[in-house]
């Protein structure tokens, strides 16, 4: 595997919006390795597992879960001392004021709305795909 590769866990609970991704993926031809987690719970799981290889990686978080939603996701993520650092990139339908301060308090590297149309989802991944490329990662 290319070790430029970036990891990707997508934290997201609607299987139309993770099927979007991957069709924007195609789309766009990114062909990092993606992980799909259903719920906070199962991606702190994969995480901590080691399902999701450690080094180069980042995760695309939806708010708006079942048993554990972004923001108590992202506390969590934040107080592990092995996961403090993984950046995420919120990508949700909440437009929340709260929501959006919540997560900036809790050092996302972005806060997307998810985009209503299908072209305009393809666009949002292939800006996030040259800021992955770009940004050196720790």
Avoid: C, H
């Avoid at 987690?37 to 695309?60: H, Q, Y």
């Avoid at 939806?62 to 996701?73: A, C, K, S, V």
């Avoid at 292939?126 to 800021?131: D, H, I, P």
Wanted: negative net charge.
């Amino acid at each position: 595997m290319d070790d430029r590769a970036l990891n990707i866990l997508l934290v997201e609970d609607d299987q139309v919006d993770v099927m979007n991704v991957k069709r924007a993926f195609d789309r766009n031809r990114i062909t990092n390795p993606l992980f799909i987690a259903g719920d906070g719970i199962e991606a702190l799981s994969m995480l901590r597992s080691g399902k999701v290889p450690t080094g180069r990686r980042i995760i695309l978080l939806d708010l708006n879960m079942p048993r554990m939603n972004g923001i108590e996701f992202l506390r969590e993520l934040r107080s592990d001392p092995a996961l403090a650092l993984t950046p995420v990139v919120v990508l949700t339908t909440s437009n929340d004021e709260r929501d959006k301060i919540d997560a900036y308090n809790l050092n996302v590297a972005g806060f997307l709305l998810k985009p209503v149309t299908f072209v305009s989802f393809v666009e949002v991944m292939a800006a996030l795909n040259k800021y992955w490329t770009l940004v050196e990662f720790p």
